[in-house]
């Protein structure tokens, strides 16, 4: 065994060399293990950190909504829109391997339902990586015994060490050689409409807290057009509390559309049926040769669940193009989807390129439908209206006007049958409502008669109780900001807009 021992350890050492010799740099041939335990050193200790029982880091931050992906228009400098997380406390167990992060979050900008405005207490466990976006536990993670070291490389100027967790994940921390703490650490994660990405957590402003240098900062970018996810600034470190939980038992379920559901059809008129995944869907229209679907909306599996039953819907017709309403990351989650089964993409001309993007990025860590089946992207663009029509049947598809959720939208339009099909003007149960009169603007602006209307999230409703739902909303959200007005607090979105008459103009 110690023979064994002793001619790893040269070879090794050969190895380095030749990195050395190769790379002209002499910072590349570090051990990947000194150089981490230079930062424990660096961070107060190596003994001393192994040591910690549990630390407790409490702040405030930002997260991006939806990745990115929920701007009001899909344009790559389109102003993106932040939920605001306060009273936040993270709690690591060190001798555990696990996580709490509880917070309480707001949307900075107009949400339609709940949710998004009751700042209600989360709650979410983290294990394995997603514990590792701060230096103390990734230090103490990369010194594990059952992690692998990789090469050391440079970028930037950081000394960067690769390492393999026991759970398979690899990870990269990157140390700064002028103070030996740890800069930042890099994983990659699966994305539903990305494929993956790269993230990395960078750590600024390191302060000594019981003699542990600990960043007051921590700022997440991933490699999708740069984007910063999220920023958290840091008002106190506790180390080793005597009470670090409660810990909830699961770890949440990440991602658009988490249900597991069955895809169901209900036909609403001749060629035309609803086919939902859960509470969330569209029409399926069926052409002499082929049926159109409208939205891919969720994730791959309601995506493809719902062309799967499509399929089934008139023998010998397949789903061969979508509809996608607009480009917000839920409602395009199964764009990747769709696209691998070759499908035409149908969208307002400003989404070919976020689409572009969205589809053209390899995911061989978290293969996905369209990695194991790459497919070019097939768009058609929507200008101002497209008309879809053979000998049976004709679709209108319309850039929607007014509607200051998502400005590069389009909804469609059976005339034969008098459907209206859309995503986000509205649904039956929406507590609030802050773009109203956008599916009246869009009616009246290409003189269309609606009978029924087929929503992506709820249920059908006529056009009658389509638009009284939209009326009951607006008050609703007036009423809400003079209750937050009364209380000092002034929403974003306040006082609530509603084309459709002259009051918000009073305001
Ligand atoms: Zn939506």
Redesign the pocket.
Known sequence: MHHTKKVLVVLAGLGTLAVALLSGTALAQEQPRALVERAAEAMGGLERLQELDNFVVTGFGQYLYQNGGGNLSPHPRAPVKWQAAVAAERSFDLANERAVNRDRRGLLFPFANERGHSWDETSTLQTGVAMLDHPLPAVLEALDPETGFGPVHVEDGLLVVEFTIETGDTLWMAIDPTTDLPAWVRWISGSTTLGEVTNTAWFTGYLPFDGVRLPVGITHNVDWRDATMSYFNVDSYRIDVDDPGPFPEQASAPGFGGQVAEAQATQIAEGVWDVRYGNNGGGVIEFDDHLTMFEAYGNETATLARIDLANTLVPGKEVTEVIVSHH?F??SGGVRAAVSRGLTIIAERGNEGIFREMISRPAPNFPDALALDPQPLKFMPVEEHLILEDETMRVDVYHAVGHLHMANAVFAYVPEHRIFLE??FTTWNWTWHWWGGAYLDSVERYGLDPAINIP??GIVTTFDETIAAIEEQVARARAFCENNVASGIYMAGCPAKYSRDASDQED
Do not use: A, F, K, S
Request: aromatic share 0%; proline share 0%; net charge negative.
């Open positions: 917000h839920d409602h995503g986000d992506v999230h």
